[in-house]
Structure formats: C-alpha cells, structure tokens
C-alpha cells in the first residue's frame, strides 16, 4: 500500500482483504498498532483453503472469488463486518448482501448449464488460479506457472505444456 494508502486506512472503521496469504504486507501492518481501531476482516476465514504441496511462496490458493459460492461465503463475511461497525444500517447491508448472493447464484447456475456441453474437461492457465473453479465445476487445471502470477517459467515448463496441450488437444 502507498504512504496516502496507509493514512487513509487510519480512518476506516473496517479493512476488507483477501487472505490466503495474498497481502503479504498484512503481518506488519498488524503488528503496527496503529490500526487498533480499525476491524480487519480476512474474507477467506475458514473458508477451508486448498492448498498446494509444491508451492513455496503461496502453499495456500487465495483465489476463492473464482468459485461463486466461496464468493457467497466472503459476501457475508463482509456484510457481517459491517453490521458490525454500523449496526443502524444493518438492514441496508442484509439486503445488499443477499441480492449480491442471489446474482452468485445465478452465476453459478449459468457456469454449470454452460459446462454441461463441453466436451472437454480441462484448462490450461498461465498461473495457477482456477483451484476452487476447477473443484466446484469439475475442471482440471493444468496450469503452465504455480499460484504466484509472477512465477517464473522455464523453457523445460513451456515445453511440456505445449506437449500436454496437443496430446489432449
């Protein structure tokens, strides 16, 4: 976050991210103590992430917004936060949140009737973003690079994803 980031997060009565790892800057900014008044809401809290044996930067998948339900989950975490800090508006926040959740369903319902005539089964990704898609929908992914958008490729990776892709076609 920028200096004007920080200053501005000082007067904020709630903090929403992500989680999973994704805000490595999170742990300082904690530790700070000068944020004591602000609520900090961890929207993939007990969201039960999926994890990835083979990756060191980021063991834990953050990209739940991907799966339309988990996105449902982090909705109501959130309003539930904001009630919490504007208890007045609760209405106003119930009602918001429930449309939203009903506009995930109707996203969710769209990729299943969507997906039912595929004929294949697979993704290939550049980075591996599509974990809770892929599990809720039935998607392999075959991603070229690990969760980290800025993870490095080899040529030896590039080789054997173009080899994947046309022995799968």
Same mark, same amino acid.
């Given at each position: 976050p920028s200096t004007g980031d920080l200053i501005a997060l000082q007067a904020a009565d709630v903090f929403v991210y992500n989680g999973? !790892?994704?805000? @490595? $800057? /999170? !742990?300082?900014? /904690? =530790?700070?103590?000068?944020?004591?008044?602000?609520? $900090?809401?961890?929207?993939?809290?007990?969201?039960? /992430?999926?994890? #990835?044996?083979?990756? #060191?930067?980021?063991?834990? =998948? @953050? #990209?739940v917004w991907l799966d339309p339900i988990s996105a449902k989950d982090q909705v109501m975490m959130i309003k539930d936060a904001l009630i919490k800090v504007d208890a007045q508006n609760a209405q106003y926040y119930e009602d918001n949140a429930n449309a939203y959740s009903a506009k995930l369903d109707g996203l969710d319902s769209k990729i299943k009737s969507e997906l039912a005539s595929c004929a294949k089964d697979t993704i290939v990704p550049f980075h591996n973003a599509f974990s809770y898609f892929g599990a809720r929908y039935g998607i392999h992914i075959h991603a070229l690079s690990g969760i980290a958008p800025e993870s490095e490729v080899t040529a030896s990776d590039l080789k054997e994803t173009i080899d994947f892709i046309r022995e799968n076609q």
């Open positions: 999973g !790892g994704m805000e @490595p $800057f /999170l !742990g300082k900014l /904690l =530790d700070s103590g000068e944020y004591s008044d602000v609520l $900090f809401v961890d929207s993939t809290q007990n969201l039960g /992430l999926i994890t #990835h044996e083979d990756e #060191h930067d980021h063991p834990s =998948d @953050p #990209h």
